[in-house]
């Protein structure tokens, strides 16, 4: 499976990813997403942002992703966007 580099910005996956760390994901071609996943995404309302969090729900296709920062202020995920289409994804991380 094709895999692609992403470097984290921001700290809404701390502690977990860290600002600067380059991580690995493997594109999306349609294989499952489950809870506790880490997925890559176009920002739902942000076109020029690619965001990275934590599947918390998956439902009709949809994801509730989150940052796993404790900080509620820190993230900017489906608290504040709501859910996510699948087709959003481009990468699940390994």
Known sequence: MEKIHVTIRG???WPTLVEGQE???SIYQGQNINAGQVVVFNHPFDNNLIAVKRVK???N???FV???NPDPTASNDSHNFGLIEL???IAVVD
Do not use: P
């Open 66 to 68: 989150e940052g796993d």
């Open 87 to 89: 087709g959003l994804v």
């Open 23 to 25: 991580i690995k994901a």
């Open 57 to 59: 729900l998956v439902t």
């Open 61 to 63: 296709g949809r994801l």
């Open 11 to 13: 700290n809404s996956m």
